[in-house]
């Protein structure tokens, strides 16, 4: 192996340096959700919630099926309206 350690401490040092800057952004993406929450006076549990669904569809993981959607509209619907007290309210985490 003709690998040096000066290549090697180099390599590692620029990865490390886009790891940190991905984390920074990551710590960013976690502190502007958390800002519209507060702004707009709802659970920060609920804007994180709903925004790792956008990403899922956004990134294909989760595709839009008509009979999926009929169903999990359907449950939303049971629990939202039909039967309130089967689920807490989604603001237990309101000051956090």
């Known amino acids: ?6 290549d090697l401490i180099k ?7 886009v790891e940190t800057q991905i ?10 959700l958390a800002s519209f929450a507060d702004s707009n006076v709802i659970s920060k549990r609920s804007v994180s919630s709903a925004y790792a669904l956008y990403k899922r569809y956004k990134t ?3 595709g839009i099926d008509s009979d999926q959607m009929s169903l999990e509209a359907m449950v939303d619907m049971y629990f939202t309206q039909t039967n309130p007290d089967a ?8 000051g956090n």
Request: charged residues 40%.
């Open 87 to 94: 689920v807490g309210s989604g603001k237990e985490d309101e």
């Open 60 to 62: 294909g993981k989760l």
């Open 11 to 17: 390599e590692f040092d620029q990865l490390f340096t």
């Open 1 to 6: 192996m003709t690998l040096q350690e000066e």
């Open 23 to 32: 984390s920074d952004l990551k710590k960013g993406i976690k502190d502007s």
